[in-house]
Every structure is written in C-alpha cells, then in structure tokens.
C-alpha cells in the first residue's frame, strides 16, 4: 500500500482507519522520480496508536517533514538516491513491532531501521534487526532498558544503536529536585509490571536500590498490571509508610487513575515524580488541578542549546513551526524524533554503499554528529553501543499560552547545557 500523508490536513484515525488491517504506510517519491535513481528504504515502527501513542504521535509528523527535505532524493558518492520511508503501526504492543520488523526486513529488504518509541517497540525491534543482520537506531528509553534485557552486558551488539540517557541520570535529576524540597526523605516507588517495570524497578541496577544509596528510604510493593483501575495496595503501603515522595514509571491513564485515588483514599504526597506519563501536557491536562506541581525528567525542551544538522533550526524553532502547524503544544519526543532522522541521513550519507546493510552498520556506528538533543557518538559511553544525552528535573506550573508549561528545576547532571526556571516547590493539594 502506497500512500503520502499529510498530518496536517488527514485526522489521524481517519488516517489509520484508510490503513485499515494493512496498518502501513509507504511515504514515497513520485514514480517518476523512484524510477530515476536508486532507492534507499527505510523502516520506521511507532505506536501510533494504543496507550504508548502519545510517544509516536510526532513520528508520521517528523516523517513528513523529513520526506519534503529530500523530495529531491540525496546525493551519495556522486549518485542520487531517493529516500523511501515504510512507517507502520506497531499499536504500543511488542509482538506487533517484532512482526512488523520481521516483514519489513525479509519482504521489503529495508537498508536501515528506525523504531521510533519506547522499551515495548525499540527491543523486539533491535532484536529482529540483529537476527536478521540491519542496522538499527533507536532512543527514547534509558539505555539499561535497551541493553539489559536484551543480553548485552555480556557483549556488544552487533546491528542496533541507542542514545538516551540511564537510570543513573534520572536517579541523580529526581534525587536533585527531592533534595530542594523539605520532606522526610521516604520515597513509595511506583512500577509496571512489563519491560520498563522490571527494568526501572530491578533490584540490581533500578531505581530501589540507587534511591536508598543516595540516602533516601525507598519501599517499592508488588508492580500494577498496565491499565488496572485499583491502586489500594500500593497506596496502603505508601500511607503505612508515610511516604512523602512517589517516584518511578507509568503512563497517562494509570497514573490519573493512581492520583484520583491518592486523593479519594487522603494520601496526599508532597512530591510525585514519575518518568513517561508526565512529559507531555495531555498527561497533566488529564488530571486537571492535581496535575499542577507534579514533576518528571526533561530530555528536550525548546530551551535546548542546539541546533539540527539537517536544517540549521534551533530547537525553539523546531517548536514554534509544531504548534503552529499543529495548533498543539510541544512535546518531548518531538526533539528526539527530528534527531533520530539527522542520524539515519547522516549515516547513509557516509556509507560506503547506503544499500548495503553491512556498510550502513559501519557508518552508523562510526558516527559523531551534533543534532538538535546535543552529540551523538558511539564508544565513549557505559556501552559500546550507546551515547547518553543530556537529562534534566522539570516541573509542572500554570501556563501563559497552554494550560500548563514545564519549567527546568534542576540541572545539577548538565550545568553546561542549561540553567534552572524556576525553583520547585511542594503539590499544592499535599
């Protein structure tokens, strides 16, 4: 199936409802210009919908863009390649991506893959590529999440890269915000039971043990099951223990559902920083008043230093034209998207021949390239298949333009980078 999208002027349910079981979308050249010179596929898997959808909402966006920079095709050692972009529709559920990886390798050959999500898309993904031998980038999940489970601190991969940043940074960002807020140092953690879950929640290597190692007390009960509807058990312990920090994972709908009964049951932290449900406004919107003051990392803002190798746009640039054309507030994957693309071009650019996987590997492993979320190279960092990025500690307040904007509070891990907003300060409702 061959089809250009528009997001600007295609609903996206009408949109995926024209995929109809396919689920796929070619973004393609003219025929025309296809026929004229070689072409380069390019896989991207998203959860464009279902609950992770909010993380690929900019993928198709990005995409588009990306398609009308190089509509001309691109040039490679003297030739013209056109670029061919095979987007699909993982539906936020990894044995989809696995199978959607899979078919876009051995049926329609792609040269390079971009999953284009979190821990349930990138690793069944990344795991298809290196059976199969295609190089693969990936981001948005904390690198244990993509190395760990996966095997590889044993030993390098061989086909699949990944740059974000660790649990090490996010512990050190939401231990620097609990730091500037007075409480009494007990910390309930709140975890999934699926791959970000068992990753953020690991006793070896998560968020428990670093919590208690930098001197706070943490109590981690049993994991939730994604999308339940009863949180008594955690919020039992959380009470019993006098918790006045809730830190860890989850996502939009589980977290409104948590903080609903915080409230019904008359648990009332004084501080809630959770990773993935509070980067992006619908998320706090959702929870209306008790939304404000509740805290998250920050991986990209429009307050970010740099600048896009691809078209020389500042980050506040790369902002204003989303909300402009898309009459929504920015979000954080919106940076980390436009990135992912500076890498793939910049890898096929270099390659010694960009339709050879092989080639592709090398190049993309030899990359060094400053993008609009900072460097990106491999080999410097805890894995030769990594390159951290930049993290800070944000806040929720009440908004000029949107009903909410998220400040920078703590920048201790890059004071280079950027400084703080704002000082932070205690829920209002605790």
């Not at 908004?399 to 703590?410: A, R, S, T």
């Amino acid at each position: 199936m061959t089809l250009t999208i528009n997001p600007h002027t295609v609903d996206r349910r009408t949109l995926l409802k024209g995929l109809g079981a396919v689920t796929a979308a070619t973004i393609a050249l003219p025929h025309g210009a296809r026929a004229a010179a070689k072409t380069i596929k390019v896989g991207v898997i998203s959860p464009m919908t279902g609950p992770l959808s909010l993380f690929g909402y900019t993928d198709d966006y990005t995409a588009n863009k990306i398609m009308d920079l190089v509509k001309d095709g691109i040039e490679i050692g003297g030739e013209t390649y056109n670029i061919e972009i095979l987007l699909r529709d993982a539906q936020s559920n990894p044995n989809k991506a696995a199978e959607i990886a899979g078919d876009l390798i051995l049926n329609d050959e792609v040269h390079i893959m971009l999953p284009a999500s979190t821990t349930d898309i990138n690793n069944p993904t990344a795991d298809q590529c290196e059976l199969y031998g295609v190089p693969c980038i990936s981001s948005n999940s904390p690198w244990q999440a993509f190395v760990m489970p996966r095997g590889g601190a044993e030993q390098p991969f061989e086909w699949t890269y990944h740059f974000f940043w660790g649990l090490e940074d996010v512990l050190g960002t939401f231990t620097g915000m609990w730091k500037s807020i007075e409480t009494n140092g007990k910390v309930g953690m709140l975890f999934p039971r699926n791959a970000d879950g068992e990753t953020w929640g690991n006793n070896d290597y998560g968020l428990p043990p670093a919590v208690r190692d930098a001197g706070f007390e943490a109590f981690a009960p049993s994991m939730f099951e994604p999308r339940t509807n009863d949180f008594s058990a955690q919020i039992a312990e959380f009470k019993a223990n006098n918790c006045e920090i809730v830190g860890g994972i989850t996502y939009v709908a589980d977290l409104k559902t948590f903080i609903t009964q915080c409230n019904q049951q008359n648990y009332h932290p004084k501080v809630v920083t959770v990773a993935a449900a509070l980067l992006f406004p619908s998320g706090i919107e959702a929870m209306g008043e008790l939304g404000t003051g509740m805290s998250s990392e920050v991986w990209w803002t429009p307050a970010f230093p740099y600048t896009s190798s691809l078209t020389g746009q500042t980050s506040r640039d790369l902002a204003d034209i989303w909300e402009s054309e898309t009459g929504k507030q920015w979000t954080q994957p919106l940076g980390y998207a436009h990135a992912l693309w500076e890498v793939i071009l910049d890898t096929l650019k270099r390659s010694e021949n960009p339709l050879d996987r092989m080639a592709n590997r090398d190049a993309l492993a030899a990359t060094n390239l400053d993008t609009i979320v900072g460097n990106i190279r491999f080999g410097d960092g805890p894995h030769a298949n990594i390159c951290k990025t930049p993290i800070f500690g944000g806040q929720w307040v009440e908004g000029e333009k949107w009903p909410f904007d998220l400040k920078i509070v703590d920048a201790s891990l890059n004071p280079d980078v950027l400084q703080p907003e704002a000082q932070m300060f205690p829920i209002a409702w605790s």
